[in-house]
């Protein structure tokens, strides 16, 4: 299948404050709609790249105005919070393994393991990462396994086959899906 695909490795993302923030502002939402509420922050800072700083010198009123909820704009304020009190946070979670990011990701509120996931996939890029929690890779392993439901065991027992590129498999899995699932002899 992956050489009738041929995935591309994603385009470099700079990890950095402003990316975690584009993760959470975009949770839960349709490509479009997440990336209108970016640019909204993203014009609001002038274009800048979004530091803490400038997130905890806005009101949660200015926030709102961009297209957050109420408690994404409370989630954000939060990590910006913890981000100018350790500002080597970054640096940090590039140093450490992918199973340590989703872990340290996930102590703060807003950052599930969706979240932590993309963080550590294409922003930190570490090569062994399943973005758990997303159902377009749940619905590919179904339609693969042709399993009606699927448990998250039944998911680890899939995917461990697949370690040390679960990151490959996840972008492959995608780009199956947006070429229609199509299957190849």
């Known amino acids: 299948m992956i050489q009738h695909l041929q995935p591309q490795p994603p385009e470099p993302r700079e990890a950095n404050f402003e990316s975690l923030i ?3 502002a975009g949770q839960q939402l349709s490509s479009a709609a997440a990336y209108t509420i970016y640019r909204r922050l993203k014009q609001k800072f ?3 790249v979004i530091t803490p700083a400038m997130i905890l010198g806005s009101s949660k009123e200015e926030l709102l105005t961009c297209g957050l909820s109420n408690a994404k704009a409370r989630y954000i304020t939060l990590i910006a919070q913890a981000f100018e009190e350790q500002p080597n946070r970054i640096e940090e979670l590039r140093e450490m393994s992918a199973e340590d990011v989703l872990e340290t990701l996930q102590r703060f509120k807003g950052i599930g393991i ?5 963080f550590a996939l ?3 890029h570490h ?3 399943f973005v758990w929690g997303d159902v377009s ?3 590919a392993i179904r339609l693969l396994y042709e ?3 699927l448990s998250e065991p039944k998911i680890e027992a899939v995917i461990q086959p697949w ?5 490959t498999a996840c972008l492959v899995l995608w780009k199956w899906l947006d070429k229609g699932a199509i299957r190849f002899s």
Not at 114 to 118: G, Q, R
């Open 22 to 24: 584009r993760i959470i």
């Open 46 to 48: 002038e274009d800048s």
């Open 114 to 118: 969706w979240s932590a996931s993309i």
């Open 122 to 124: 294409f922003y930190l």
């Open 127 to 129: 090569p062994d990462v």
């Open 137 to 139: 890779l749940k619905k």
């Open 147 to 149: 399993e009606e439901e």
């Open 163 to 167: 370690r040390p590129y679960r990151s």
